[in-house]
């Protein structure tokens, strides 16, 4: 394992992300808690020491869960991350309230890193609004001891990303960005890493692989990738080009033991693309995003809303299969093998999982374009 300093602190440069823990098998939701124990065992042994989880992954049951399988261990031979859930007013009214709420769920008494959780143009003005307090509130609980160091999370657009850190820049220590090959130009994370740069703000990574959308991306793009080579597998591409930017944590949801190892075996050395990798792999890029594809991540914050309980991310994944494949006109066939009530036309257009999509993906319409 590479280590990357922050802080006077030796980080293990891939994380362990809690928000794709492995399932019960034949459930959609229920983790499996003696696999994740296995996974973690993995992960201690081979030197990963930084393990990131959010109040509301898993529909609130990840920070149980890594609570419990944590508690095994020293508290001094891992860091933990935690994030406050401002994904509406009425939490912002209650911080206190939650972070204790978060400290007993995993069983700790301090978080190593928190983080403002996903700011976005949806919620960037309740984190500021000074009458609610956030700024104190991280500032107080830091001066207690009971957070190490804060950070943000953001999906926001550029200006509104720039406000945050314009706002809060005095005790922000570090953003957590989308930052991929493909969100490179797509999201304009080159632009925020550059700004993030300029003001001395370590970069951490999410989302490396997109959810597992980039780690297969079809046998075009694969060969192209393979001829350039030979010795990367695809996944592997994402996590040398987050080493590339410079990235000092990189975190990655894996959720079985081949995903751990692959990545471990990555992270066992530092080793950047060239110039040349990088024209191939932006190239790509560049020619994906010609298809209209959403930028899904299947990170499900949208099925913990839905109240139809439409299986969004897969419905979706529909989409941009066809969107990929240029054959737009064909979902029926595809939508037709969901359960009945739970396809495109069962969608209400409540847009409830508009409100709370991290990537801003107008679900409605896809929906309506799918019936």
Not at 69 to 94: C, H, M, T, W
Request: proline content about 4%; some cysteine.
């Amino acid at each position: 394992m590479i280590y990357n300093d922050f802080k006077g602190l030796k980080l293990s440069a891939l994380g362990l992300g809690t928000m794709r823990l492995p399932l019960i098998p034949g459930t959609k939701d229920d983790v499996d808690e003696a696999e994740t124990a296995r996974l973690v065992e993995h992960a201690m042994k081979s030197g990963i020491n930084y393990y990131d989880t959010a109040y509301m992954y898993h529909h609130g049951t990840s920070e149980n869960v890594m609570g419990r399988v944590l508690s095994k261990y020293p508290r001094d031979s891992f860091y933990i991350a935690d994030k406050f859930p401002g994904f509406s007013e009425e939490n912002v009214q209650r911080p206190e309230e939650i972070f204790e709420e978060q400290l007993a769920k995993t069983q700790m008494t301090r978080f190593d890193f928190y983080l403002f959780h996903s700011v976005t143009s949806k919620n960037i003005n309740w984190y500021l609004d000074p009458k609610y307090g956030m700024h104190d509130f991280m500032l107080k609980e830091k001066a207690a001891g009971r957070i190490g160091h804060i950070g943000f999370s953001c999906h926001a657009g550029f200006d509104d990303f720039k406000r945050f850190i314009d706002s809060f820049g005095d005790i922000i220590e570090f953003c957590q960005l989308q930052v991929n090959w493909f969100d490179w130009t797509y999201q304009d994370a080159k632009r925020k890493c550059e700004f993030l740069k300029e003001k001395g703000i370590a970069l951490w990574v999410m989302e490396p692989v997109r959810g597992g959308k980039l780690a297969v991306i079809g046998d075009r793009y694969t060969e192209i990738l393979k001829a350039q080579r030979p010795d990367l597998s695809v996944p592997a591409w994402c996590f040398r080009f987050e080493q590339t930017i410079g990235a000092t944590m990189v975190l990655s949801g894996m959720s079985n033991m081949q995903q751990l190892t692959e990545n471990l075996d990555t992270f066992s050395t530092f080793a950047p693309l060239s110039d040349a990798d990088l024209s191939t792999v932006l190239g790509i890029a560049d020619d994906m995003q010609k298809t209209n594809m959403a930028p899904c991540t299947s990170c499900r914050y949208c099925t913990s809303v839905c109240p139809k309980e439409l299986d969004i991310p897969k419905i979706i994944g529909i989409y941009n299969e066809n969107c990929f494949a240029g054959a737009s006109g064909t979902y029926s066939r595809y939508t037709a093998r969901l359960d009945e009530g739970k396809r495109p036309g069962d969608c209400i257009a409540c847009r409830a999982c508009e409100g709370i999509c991290p990537q801003g993906i107008k679900v409605s319409e896809i929906m309506g374009k799918l019936k």
